[in-house]
């Protein structure tokens, strides 16, 4: 009984160094053709972990009211460093999750109003101005595509603490002069264009 443990514990060692020295060059070379060789599963993995094809946050809306890098700031508490696109969509409108991930936030992110995050591995995506109802809750995995929330109304009452406001006094959804999507994908934390993965 000892023998045969012995032995088939050898060969399991064997057959896993096989496979180590045998498949991880093929897998670093990142040449190879998978189209054949792998699941969907994980082909879904790599194509949301591969740039320019991450899902357009918004569909049916397609107007960058605002780019990436530096700006006059729009409205009193907004940045002139402007780390994401902002998407001219109307109140309502969908938002989808441009990679599958987890939630990892939800909630209201001072400047950023009602703001959702997304993450997958060291990718964050953030939507921010977004409605109070989100359609996910914060620990909930999603699917690419699937609808995660509706881009907010300009002005938002309740907030404790909401120190944004517009002309006449009203309290906005963080520092916004009206309805649309800023839409954040940071990798490492750092802010990236999002036009360079969209
Ligand atoms: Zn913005």
Not at 29 to 55: A, L, R, W
Not at 95 to 105: D, E, L, Q
Not at 136 to 153: A, C, D, H, S
Not at 176 to 192: E, R
Request: overall charge positive; glycine content about 8%; aromatic content about 12%.
């Amino acid at each position: 009984m000892a023998k045969l443990f012995k032995y088939s514990l050898t060969s399991t060692i064997t057959f896993i160094l096989v496979i180590i020295i045998f498949f991880v060059p093929i897998l670093a070379n990142g040449n190879i053709d998978f189209s054949n060789t792998i699941s969907n599963q994980d082909k879904e993995f790599i194509d949301n972990n591969s740039s320019k094809i991450f899902s357009w946050p918004t569909p049916g809306y397609t107007t960058i009211t605002c780019n990436f890098g530096y700006r006059k700031a729009p409205t009193q508490g907004a940045s002139t460093y402007h780390g994401a696109i902002d998407i001219g969509a109307p109140t309502d409108s969908k938002i989808i999750a441009t990679f599958s991930g987890k939630i990892v936030y939800t909630g209201f992110y001072g400047a950023n109003g009602f703001t959702i995050m997304l993450q997958n591995s060291n990718v964050v995506a953030v939507y921010s101005h977004l409605s109070p109802d989100f359609i996910v809750r914060e620990g909930e995995y999603v699917l690419k595509n699937q609808v995660i929330g509706k881009v907010g109304p300009k002005n938002v009452y309740g907030v404790p603490n909401n120190k944004y406001k517009d002309s006449n006094g009203n309290p906005t959804n963080g520092a916004t002069t009206g309805p649309h999507l800023h839409f954040a994908i940071k990798i490492d934390n750092v802010a990236v264009n999002p036009l360079d993965y969209v």
